[in-house]
């Protein structure tokens, strides 16, 4: 509660209307999403997230692999909590040789790593 002239020390019309109430709550921890693995199968590849920090609401998850300029992608609608995981299987290759992995949280990349793509 928040109070101006709680003496009454101001002489004024209505002294009713000195204090007002509120709460004040904390910022929600943002979601914060990682990479933690990827492993290439002969079914293609393999990269698993994480989410270490506040609850992920349903969104539209993009696990992309670059090679050069080919690239591949895999999307899903999901909802992670704090420290939950998800695997995002068998995402084509687009090639072989040095890859970025990017994960983006509707169309705004959260994660990225490197990867070898072997032939």
Same mark, same amino acid.
């Given at each position: 509660?928040? !109070?101006?002239?709680?003496? #009454?020390?101001? !002489?004024?019309? #209505? =002294?009713?209307?000195?204090?007002?109430?509120?709460?004040? *709550?904390?910022?929600?921890?943002?979601?914060?999403?990682?990479?933690?693995?990827?492993?290439?199968?002969?079914?293609?590849?393999?990269?698993?997230? !994480?989410? #270490?920090? $506040?609850?992920?609401?349903?969104?539209?998850?993009?696990?992309?692999? !670059?090679? $050069?300029? &080919? =690239?591949?992608?895999?999307? *899903?609608?999901?909802?992670?909590?704090?420290? *939950? %995981?998800?695997?995002?299987?068998?995402?084509?290759? /687009?090639?072989? $040789?040095? &890859?970025?992995? =990017?994960?983006?949280?509707? $169309? *705004?990349?959260?994660? %990225?790593?490197?990867?070898?793509?072997? /032939?």
């Amino acid at each position: 509660q928040v !109070k101006v002239d709680p003496d #009454n020390a101001i !002489k004024e019309a #209505n =002294e009713d209307n000195n204090a007002a109430s509120f709460g004040l *709550q904390p910022p929600l921890e943002q979601p914060e999403i990682v990479i933690t693995g990827a492993q290439v199968t002969p079914g293609g590849i393999n990269v698993t997230i !994480k989410n #270490n920090g $506040g609850t992920l609401t349903s969104s539209t998850v993009t696990v992309r692999i !670059k090679v $050069g300029n &080919a =690239e591949t992608a895999q999307t *899903q609608e999901l909802a992670l909590a704090k420290n *939950q %995981s998800v695997t995002f299987a068998n995402i084509a290759r /687009p090639g072989t $040789g040095a &890859a970025t992995i =990017e994960v983006s949280v509707g $169309g *705004q990349v959260m994660a %990225s790593a490197g990867l070898t793509i072997p /032939p």
